[in-house]
């Protein structure tokens, strides 16, 4: 396991029918890979959150484009892609008694490396669990 201080941009959007492609087209055609997002929508709202390799550029565009557009401090974690993996990551989390704000991840079924995104009360403290052998 390896954990790592990062970035997310979190975007406000109107949810609409192709917010998300439209976001993500502003992205892509610039060069900038995505490295993990969560997306939903509440009511007329859509929250966009990603983790990029270039996070200052990426907001950049996206300011530029009249986005409303927040950055915020996250854990970026990758682990083995193995039954109970996350299970060692939110037990530490809990042991500690650091409360969680966030979690989302992803992997390839056929990957041997999980990513996951977390925010916490103490993204520090979380980090240096994690980090401990």
């Known amino acids: 396991m390896k954990a790592i201080l990062d970035k997310q941009l979190m975007v406000t959007v109107t949810n609409k029918v192709g917010s998300l492609s439209e976001l993500s087209h502003v992205i892509a055609s610039s060069g900038i890979n995505l490295l993990a997002i969560c997306a939903y929508g509440v009511e007329n709202k ?9 996070t200052v550029e990426a907001k950049r565009l996206l300011k530029a484009k009249k986005y409303d557009v927040r950055e915020e401090e996250v854990v970026l974690i990758s ?16 042991d500690a008694g650091i409360d969680l704000n966030l979690l989302y991840g992803s992997v390839d079924i056929q990957g041997k490396t999980s990513r996951v995104v977390l925010t916490s009360e103490d993204n520090n403290a979380v980090l240096t669990l994690l980090n401990m052998k």
Do not use: E, H, R, Y
Request: net charge neutral; charged share 15%.
């Open 46 to 54: 859509g929250v966009i959150m990603f983790v990029s390799d270039n």
């Open 79 to 94: 682990l083995d892609n193995k039954p109970g993996a996350l299970q060692t990551v939110t037990q530490k989390v809990a």
